[in-house]
Every structure is written in structure tokens, then in C-alpha cells.
């Protein structure tokens, strides 16, 4: 029996490769996940083994692979990671040029639970139009998991490939069930 379906959104940055530990860690807890990556995501990820673990083929485009089912599992939850600068700027303005931004901005509006994982660094993290995004997707009660408070700080820039390890895949897991009303299993583990 599953416990909810999270649709999980990946951004062209260093962590996408690692999102099978968001997917195993969902999978422990007994949801479902599916994978949509942004054009530019799909250089960075290993789209077979993704398909392996979820049962779902990654989606980057509005079609789907042939022999593969059109329609998902209704999203209860959404996580985007990692979310470049790029994307968390476009998901903030609600720009949806390509099908994992219209999918962001399709289950925002219907209220899903969303949580945005950033992964900045510190030069980029400063620009006026980033702060503003992401005050704004949090006006919107969209969780970002940016800051001190959740020990989670924009890298010096050039320290990207040191910082990738340490992303908070395990936090963005526990914050989106929490927001979805479902309490995993406790976990110390941030990672
Ligand atoms: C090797 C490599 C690493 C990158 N790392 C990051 C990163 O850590 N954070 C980020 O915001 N952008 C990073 N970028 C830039 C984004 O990939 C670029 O802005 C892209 O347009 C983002 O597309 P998306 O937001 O549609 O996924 C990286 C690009 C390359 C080629």
C-alpha cells in the first residue's frame, strides 16, 4: 500500500545525479515517486536507472515514451531539486516554457505541498532577483529550504562538486510529508 505519490522535479545542477537518494528515501517510507527533469537536467541524471526505481520513464517533454502510460499518480507532494537560480527565478514569476515548469506551476495552483531545494551558489545567491523569488514562493507557502535556519547556505562559488554531497535530500523528503499530513518514520539523517 502506498502512503502517497511524490512528484519530484530535477534542475540541470550537480545534485541531480544523486536524486536516486530522494527516490530510495521516499521508496523506504512507502511512496511512490516519478521523475520530471528540465531539458537541461536530462545531461545531468541517469535517466534509466531513474526509470528502474520509480516504474516511471523521466519526463522532459509533453510527450511520453512510447509504451509508457500518458497519465502519473495524482501528485500529494512535489519536490524541486536541486533548483537552479534559473528555475527558482522562473517558478517565482510563473513562467512555464518548458513541461516540467508547466507541471510546477499546474500542482502549486492546486495546492500540492511543494518544497524548492536550491542549489546556488553565494554570488548568485545575493542577486536581487533571486531573494525576491524566493520570498515570493515562500509568500506563496511554497517551503524553501534555503539559509541558516536549515543549515542549508548558498556554496562559495567554484565549490559546487565538494557541496553536492551534503545536499539535503532526506530534509526536503521529511519537510513535503509533513506538509502532506504524513509523518515518516524519525530520521536524524539531513542528507
Ligand atoms: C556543469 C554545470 C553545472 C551547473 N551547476 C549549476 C548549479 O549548481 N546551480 C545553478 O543554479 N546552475 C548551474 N548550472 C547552470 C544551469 O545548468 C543553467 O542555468 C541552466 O540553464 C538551468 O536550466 P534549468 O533551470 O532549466 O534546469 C550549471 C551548468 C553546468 C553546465
Redesign the pocket.
Known amino acids: 500500500m502506498t502512503r502517497g505519490h511524490l512528484q519530484i522535479v ?6 541531480a545525479a544523486d536524486v536516486t537518494r530522494l527516490i530510495d528515501a521516499a521508496t523506504k517510507q512507502a511512496w511512490t515517486t516519478a521523475v520530471t ?5 536530462l ?2 541524471l541517469d535517466a534509466e536507472a531513474i526509470e528502474q526505481q520509480t516504474g516511471h520513464s523521466v519526463r522532459s517533454t509533453y510527450r511520453s515514451s512510447p509504451g509508457t502510460r500518458r497519465s502519473l499518480p495524482t501528485a500529494d507532494a512535489l519536490i524541486i531539486a ?7 527565478n ?1 517558478i517565482a514569476l510563473g513562467i512555464a516554457d ?1 513541461y ?2 508547466i507541471t510546477i506551476a499546474e500542482l502549486i495552483g492546486r495546492q500540492v505541498p511543494t518544497v524548492v531545494v ?4 553565494a554570488a ?1 545567491a545575493t542577486r536581487a532577483p533571486f531573494q525576491r523569488a524566493v520570498a515570493n514562493l515562500r509568500d506563496e507557502r511554497i517551503r524553501v529550504i534555503l539559509g541558516t535556519d536549515d543549515g542549508w547556505e548558498p556554496h562559495p562559488p567554484g565549490s ?1 562538486n565538494s557541496r553536492q554531497r551534503a545536499f539535503p535530500w532526506t530534509a526536503a523528503f521529511e519537510a513535503a510529508t509533513r506538509m502532506a499530513g504524513d509523518l515518516p518514520a524519525s530520521s536524524t539523517d539531513r542528507g
Open positions: 530535477v534542475c540541470a545542477a550537480g545534485p527533469a528540465t531539458p537541461s537536467a545531461d545531468f536541486p533548483a537552479t537560480y534559473n528555475s527558482v522562473k518548458n516540467a515548469m536550491p542549489f546556488v551558489n548568485l559546487g
